[in-house]
């Protein structure tokens, strides 16, 4: 199989969420030619795993073709990709996929109507950004994993700031 992939922890803004975000995982994998994420998207339907097929970037000045990206995203299918997957990912990609099983494990039975107090849900919420933090160790990739917004301390300041 010839393509890039990124597993990964997603947070972002989320006005219907009390907290204000959502933290969920997050699966790509990228190719220039479609024909080749077809099969993949299809295996995926037949594993009852809900995906899109989606160009992502147009490069219409230069002589690059566009980059087609597959993505699985929420708690079930992200498990479910990575349960078929497992046995056969090695190196970083399994260590990653094992952190990103672990958080789902952990925190996919969580419902934002959970009765939860704020002070647990932020609790809760920046115990899940360990694991956030933990995946972008492995995918740091230059100067844009540098700049990422988000982080467990983000929040910790954010939170403590608005308190005091």
Request: with cysteine; glycine share 4%; aromatic share 14%.
């Amino acid at each position: 199989m010839m393509g890039e992939g990124c597993f990964r922890i997603n947070v972002h803004t989320e006005k219907k969420y009390r907290l204000g975000y959502a933290i969920r995982p997050f699966v790509n994998i990228g190719n220039t030619d479609v024909e080749f994420l077809k099969p993949i998207k299809e295996w995926c339907h037949q594993n009852e795993i809900v995906c899109s097929n989606t160009l992502t970037h147009e490069y219409p000045s230069t002589n690059q073709r566009g980059n087609y990206v597959l993505i699985v995203e929420s708690y079930k299918n992200v498990e479910r990709l990575f349960t078929l997957l497992f046995p056969y990912l090695v190196g970083k990609k399994r260590v990653v996929a094992s952190v990103i099983l672990e958080f789902i494990d952990k925190f996919k039975r969580h419902s934002r109507h959970s009765g939860l107090t704020i002070e647990q849900e932020r609790a809760r919420f920046l115990e899940a950004m360990t694991y956030f933090d933990r995946v972008s160790e492995f995918n740091r990739q230059g100067i844009r994993h540098n700049r990422k917004k988000y982080s467990r301390a983000f929040f910790i300041k954010k939170w403590v700031a608005k308190e005091l």
